[in-house]
């Protein structure tokens, strides 16, 4: 072979990821005083609960009962129209654009987390559930000189990546998410997750919430489908 110089090709429309993990962080504007709704009704809901509930991942701190969205307050009800805005536009990002229209429906399960100097979560995944949604209401004052103060921690579940890499590049396996009032974070149920003690003043609060996806089929129609019942005792 001749050193002639190589043909040039657009290597950026050659190169994609593949088994690519969706995830959404958007900052909602003009939240503040939603927010403070939100903090007072859940800093009301843990005063009012004398179980002392810790029945999720938290280490210390406190974890509201589910169904938090199902509230008629207007806080909680423009909260719910927020995540169910991110949760359609990243589906509307997902799906193929082949022309058809999908009509998709969402069933939320939601409860706040109460957390203090002192308290974490520890790495979990939220089993029976598609998405993810965390958002933030109070960041409390965290310790900056300690490191991952109260920040949320997304592990990647590919051990194999960290075998060997380059080192920082968007591949990174450790997604760390900075706590900040109005801010909302979307990831699959599956990505195991914690959040590194809090070391600070005041109330970190966030709302977690599930999200599972139901798309109407319409081109089926129930009578199409074979129905298995089954009894037991
Ligand atoms: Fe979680």
């Given at each position: 072979?001749?050193?002639?110089?190589?043909?040039?090709?657009?290597?950026?429309?050659?190169?994609?990821?593949?088994?690519?993990?969706?995830?959404?962080?958007?900052?909602?504007?003009?939240?503040?005083?939603?927010?403070?709704?939100?903090?007072?009704?859940?800093?009301?809901?843990?005063?009012?609960?004398?179980?002392?509930?810790?029945?999720?991942?938290?280490?210390?701190?406190w974890q509201s009962r589910g169904n938090l969205l199902m509230r008629s307050?207007?806080?909680?009800?423009?909260?719910?129209?927020?995540?169910?805005?991110?949760?359609?536009?990243?589906?509307?990002?997902?799906?193929?654009?082949?022309?058809?229209?999908?009509?998709?429906?969402?069933?939320?399960?939601?409860?706040?987390?109460?957390?203090?100097?002192?308290?974490?979560?520890?790495?979990?995944?939220?089993?029976?559930?598609?998405?993810?949604i965390v958002y933030y209401v109070s960041s409390g004052e965290p310790d900056?000189?300690?490191?991952?103060?109260?920040?949320?921690?997304?592990?990647?579940?590919?051990?194999?990546?960290?075998?060997?890499?380059?080192?920082?590049?968007?591949?990174?396996?450790?997604?760390?998410?900075?706590?900040?009032?109005?801010?909302?974070?979307?990831?699959?149920?599956?990505?195991?997750?914690?959040?590194?003690?809090?070391?600070?003043?005041?109330?970190?609060?966030?709302?977690?919430?599930?999200?599972?996806?139901?798309?109407?089929?319409?081109?089926?129609?129930?009578?199409?489908?074979?129905?298995?019942?089954?009894?037991?005792?």
């Open positions: 072979m001749t050193e002639e110089a190589l043909p040039t090709i657009d290597f950026q429309q050659s190169i994609s990821t593949m088994f690519g993990t969706p995830f959404v962080s958007v900052d909602w504007p003009d939240v503040e005083e939603m927010n403070q709704q939100i903090y007072d009704l859940v800093a009301a809901e843990e005063q009012s609960d004398d179980q002392g509930r810790g029945i999720r991942s938290n280490a210390g701190g307050d207007p806080c909680i009800v423009r909260l719910k129209q927020m995540m169910e805005t991110t949760i359609f536009e990243l589906l509307g990002a997902l799906v193929r654009k082949d022309g058809s229209e999908r009509t998709f429906t969402l069933l939320f399960d939601s409860w706040a987390n109460v957390c203090r100097n002192g308290n974490y979560n520890v790495v979990h995944s939220h089993p029976n559930a598609m998405y993810s900056e000189s300690i490191p991952y103060s109260g920040m949320l921690e997304l592990l990647d579940p590919r051990e194999a990546t960290t075998f060997i890499q380059v080192t920082n590049t968007i591949l990174d396996a450790r997604m760390f998410i900075t706590n900040r009032p109005g801010r909302m974070v979307v990831f699959p149920s599956w990505v195991k997750h914690m959040v590194h003690p809090f070391v600070g003043n005041g109330v970190r609060i966030s709302i977690a919430c599930n999200v599972n996806v139901v798309e109407e089929v319409r081109t089926s129609r129930p009578q199409d489908f074979e129905v298995a019942k089954s009894s037991r005792r």
